[in-house]
Structure formats: structure tokens, C-alpha cells
């Protein structure tokens, strides 16, 4: 996400880190391949996220819980998983995983869906998704965090206070309020970008309206950020959270010409995660027994 706090005054770097990041680069390009060409491995795999974490267990469901709530989510919805103590990206795990169950918290994972029949990517679904361009694109990339990297219940309106009305903003990422709301949202508009660079390749990567919506007691139940690259391949993400039934935050990235269907967006993928709840009265009295925020 866009965070205005982090963008750079214009200090240079040294050539030493870009030579760092070139090395680092390589290392994981050549990590990825090595993996991919083992003949270990199956075949065809859905996409790359699946090729780097689905070593554990390829072929059952990915199990653990979200906030508390037990749930074992289908393998194309469990790409890039991590769980709450897991090594960090390209850190070496430090003897075996460790068994797997409703008692394990998940911290994060990922999945791409189709909208609207809410398909999941597979390798029977991918050769559909090849067909679509960047401006025709109906395909959602979806992140979940929950458990040790939950933001919290007020996350959203954390976002909304923090880069919507902070104090001395970083220039030129000032904002002011759209005239009308856009598909129910209330909307902020950056000011200090050149506008005229919208419509060609100059456009700034920060130059993007905050949209937010609140529920009838004005708590923030949807935040977006989009781009304002004039064309409908330009790129949005909506964050929000499952509360009451799961305290956990999702972000859905999609192109900027579905967002008149943000509601709808939003809702179906609630549904999906949801889908992914084991009933406790199905799984045995020790893996029920989770305690939130383990």
C-alpha cells in the first residue's frame, strides 16, 4: 500500500545497495528455478506462489486457524502460506515443519479468483485467464493477514486518518474531498501531481484517490486506493476486514474499471473465506480448543 511516509526526498542510494539488490535478485530468481526443475516436483503447478510454499503438504487441504476460527482452505486458495512463527522469506527453516493443525495460527496467504463466478486460478482455469488482457481482466488477487500480522478491528480507519487527514503531509500528497461520492464511496483526490502525465507513460506511482466507505454507525468498513492512470487496466486495491465472524484483514487487488462493482467484489470474497470455516462439531475437541490470537 501507498504510504505517503515513505516516499523519498530525493536522497540517492549508493551503488553499493543497488549492487546488493542485484545480487539478492539473482539469488532468488536462481532459487525459484532450481526448485521448478526439480524431479521431484509435479508437472504443471497452478502459478508461482504455489511452487514456493506447497512443500509441506501438496495435496490436502491447508488447515490452521484465522483469529480463532478453525478453517481448512482448499489448496488453489492456499498460495504463499505462512503461519504465526514461521521463518521469514528466504530464511531457512530450522529443522522440520511442525505438525499442522486447528491450533496453528495462520498468518497470511493468498489466492487469485475470478469475478463474478468467483473461480479459483488452476491449471484447468489458467489457460481462461491467458485469454483476457490487462483491460479486460476480470481476476482478483486476494491477501489475507491474520493472527500475528492483523492489523487490528480500527485498521481501516487507521488508513483513512493516516493518509487522508495527517498532519503536515509529505508534499505533494495533500488531498481534497471529491465534490460527489463515487459508487458510494467518499472520495480524496491527490493534489501537487501534474495531471496532464494521467493519460501517458509519466504518471506517478503515487498519485492514486483514497476511497472509504462507513457503516451506519460510521465505522470504516472499506478503504481502496486507485491509481489515476487514465485507463481501466490502472490498478486498485480494497482492504477490509471480516468483523464480527473472523478478525482478519483482506486486500483485493483488481483493474480500476471494476470498481462500480466494488460491493459486490467485496462481498463475494467475504463468502469465499467464510466457506473456508470447519464446523468444531466435524473436527475433533483438540483442534476446536483455539485460543484467539494464538
Known amino acids: 500500500m501507498f504510504k505517503p511516509g515513505n516516499i523519498s526526498t530525493g536522497h540517492q542510494m549508493r551503488p553499493g545497495i ?3 539488490i542485484a545480487i539478492l535478485g539473482a539469488l532468488l530468481i536462481a532459487g525459484a528455478l532450481l ?3 526439480s524431479p521431484s516436483q509435479p508437472a504443471t503447478i497452478s502459478n508461482l506462489g504455489d511452487s514456493w510454499v506447497l512443500k509441506e503438504n501438496r495435496n490436502s487441504p491447508v488447515i490452521g486457524h484465522l483469529g480463532g476460527v478453525p478453517v481448512a482452505i482448499p489448496r488453489p486458495y492456499a498460495n504463499f502460506v505462512e503461519y504465526d512463527g514461521d521463518p521469514h522469506f528466504m530464511q531457512p527453516r530450522k529443522g522440520p515443519p511442525p505438525k499442522r493443525t486447528y491450533q496453528s495460527g495462520l498468518a497470511s496467504f493468498g489466492f487469485e479468483i475470478r469475478y463474478p463466478d468467483m473461480a479459483a486460478l488452476t491449471d484447468q482455469t489458467a489457460p481462461e485467464k491467458k485469454k483476457e488482457t490487462i483491460y479486460t481482466s476480470t481476476w482478483l488477487s486476494v491477501g489475507i493477514h491474520a493472527n500475528s500480522i492483523y492489523g487490528g478491528d480500527t485498521a481501516l ?17 495533500r488531498y481534497e474531498k471529491l465534490p460527489e461520492r463515487v459508487y458510494g464511496l467518499t472520495g480524496y483526490t491527490p493534489i ?8 501517458g507513460t509519466g504518471a506517478s506511482y503515487g498519485d492514486r484517490n483514497i476511497y ?4 451506519r454507525v460510521g465505522t470504516a468498513d472499506a478503504y481502496i486506493e486507485c491509481s489515476n492512470v487514465e485507463h481501466a487496466a490502472a490498478p486498485c486495491e480494497l482492504k477490509f476486514n471480516i468483523l464480527p465472524e473472523i478478525r482478519m484483514q483482506v486486500s483485493v487487488h483488481f483493474r480500476k474499471g471494476l470498481l462500480p462493482q466494488w460491493r459486490e467484489i467485496q462481498s463475494s470474497v467475504k463468502q469465499v473465506i467464510l466457506g473456508f470455516r470447519v464446523d468444531p462439531s466435524h473436527v475433533s475437541p483438540s483442534a476446536t480448543a483455539i485460543q484467539p490470537g494464538k
Open 18 to 20: 543497488w549492487m546488493t
Open 35 to 37: 526448485w521448478l526443475l
Open 157 to 173: 480507519e487507521a488508513y483513512i486518518q493516516g493518509n487522508v487527514f495527517r498532519e503536515n503531509p509529505y508534499p505533494p500528497y
Open 192 to 199: 501537487g501531481f501534474d495531471v496532464s502525465k494521467r493519460s
Open 212 to 215: 472509504f466507505h462507513r457503516n
